[in-house]
């Protein structure tokens, strides 16, 4: 069912981000005058096609789901144009309306992309608190002073109103090499100011993998609390109810759920002392764990599901500073993502971080799983990194076909065939490696588990 429910995430994500991409290039043909030959999803035989629109536009589906195009009357130099139709071909339109369809393929991705933020915003995301647990030893976080507890407010002088938030405004000082001021709220109402310089040799985290877990930060857990005791178990019948903060088992102070968890399950049958807040007052409980078998032997079981995370907040906008705000999210992602490339090309982040259709998928499936919220985050993800890549000054992408009108008008007349044949083959061959090493990391995560 896991499988099932990945790949039809996959394809569902696919389809969308695909489409609007195609959409684009039509619509801006059809604003353009030039008529559409074929609109497909995806590659190879079409597997269903019908004709509509006075034109006779063919709508496909192709067999591999990996892409999309649309055909335009005109585009191919070979094209038989008759002098009736001259208006209506693409190779026959002014230089500024070509470049407009071309570009409007990756502009639909990035619409997309702000449509999709601006309805997380206006709706609203729960997210984790900017709340820090203990910081790795030796890690940037310890250097700079960040004790359990802190919570950022703000960031060089920008409110943080989530764990998220921090983790973006981070991951950009990081890749800036800045120095980024944490002012941080402590226990009592204490305010402290912290620096993390990712100028200093040392001081930036590697950008690749856990970022925050590279700089040492962790989310704080809270005692765990009791959420609920199941009728005429041994917490039910220990007096443990919802609400109850665990402080220690034993006499052992317990600091997170996993550690609750792993003393109930090494008890079975034992009588255990548990001390307990319950509306400010120190209660000392004593439960009796169940023993039961599970994993190939005898474990405790008191009945009673447990939380130590802390409670998240709403982060919600207006209308505009939604809108202000989805616009912001899609420009920042698309200049780092454009920046991470350029750090992969000369060496200083790993090829290592480049996803292939694997990797996509599994998440697809995860965000699916995890909730709305996180598959439509994703969905903007995916395609503002689709927009980005397409814009790329490879022939054979979009972004090569810009830049051959680029020289078009600075030259005063279209690039010679042979360079434009020899771009393709270079272009092609660019893509085909891409791709490779791509699929490489996809497999290689997939065997590393």
């Known amino acids: 069912m896991s499988l099932l429910s990945t790949l039809v995430a996959f394809v569902v994500a696919l389809g ?26 995806g590659f190879g035989r079409p597997v269903w096609m019908r004709r509509y629109g006075k034109d006779g536009t063919e709508w496909a589906i192709a067999a591999i789901p990996l892409g999309g195009y649309v055909k335009l009357f005109g585009h191919d130099p070979e094209d038989e144009v008759a002098p009736g139709e001259a208006h209506r071909a693409f190779n026959r339109r002014p230089l500024a309306a070509r470049a407009f369809i071309i570009a ?25 608190p900017a709340w820090l647990g203990r910081p790795a030893a030796g890690s940037a976080a310890e250097r700079a002073g960040v004790i359990p507890g802190d919570r950022v407010a703000a960031v060089d002088g920008k409110a943080i109103v989530s764990w998220n938030d921090l983790h973006w405004t981070l991951l ?41 877990k590279a700089l040492g930060m962790t989310l704080f857990r809270p005692p765990p609390r009791i959420v609920e005791t199941e009728p005429d178990s041994p917490a039910a019948r220990g007096g443990l109810r919802a609400g109850d903060v665990v402080v220690a088992v034993a006499g052992r102070a317990i600091a997170s759920g996993d550690e609750f968890v792993a003393a109930m399950r090494a008890s079975p049958g034992s009588r255990l002392s548990i001390d307990v807040r319950r509306d400010g007052a120190a209660l000392s409980l004593h439960v009796t764990p169940a023993p039961v078998d599970a994993d190939g032997g005898r474990v405790g ?31 920042d992602m698309s200049v780092f993502s454009l920046k991470m490339l350029g750090r992969m090309v000369l060496g200083d982040v790993s090829w290592r971080n480049l996803s292939g259709p ?8 995860k965000t699916a799983r995890l909730g709305l919220t996180y598959y439509l985050n994703f969905l903007a993800l995916v395609s503002i990194s689709l927009g980005v890549l397409n814009l790329l000054p490879i022939p054979l992408l979009d972004g090569g076909h810009l830049l051959y009108y680029l020289l078009e008008f600075l030259r005063g007349k279209p690039v010679p065939e042979k360079v434009a044949e020899f771009g393709t083959r ?21 065997l590393a588990g």
């Open 104 to 128: 409007a393929g990756p502009l639909a991705n990035f619409l997309l992309a702000i449509a999709l933020y601006w309805g997380l915003n206006l709706a609203g995301v729960e997210e984790p």
């Open 358 to 365: 694997v990797t996509i998928a599994d998440y697809a499936g």
């Open 172 to 212: 950009r000082a990081a890749e800036a090499g800045a120095v980024a001021r944490l002012e941080v709220r402590r226990h009592g109402g204490e305010i402290a100011f912290l620096a993390m310089d990712f100028g200093r040799q040392g001081g930036a985290p590697d950008l690749d993998g856990d970022f925050m």
């Open 426 to 446: 270079v272009g092609f061959a660019i893509v085909i490696t891409t791709m490779a090493v791509a699929l490489y990391n996809d497999i290689h995560r997939l």
């Open 301 to 331: 079981r008191i009945g009673a599901r447990i939380s130590d995370r802390a409670a998240p907040v709403l982060v919600r906008y207006g209308a505009l500073d939604g809108l202000t705000r989805s616009l912001g999210q899609t420009w």
């Open 16 to 41: 969308v981000l695909i489409a609007f991409h195609e959409f684009g290039h039509f619509l801006a043909a059809r604003l353009c005058g030039v008529r559409v030959l074929r609109f497909c999803l």
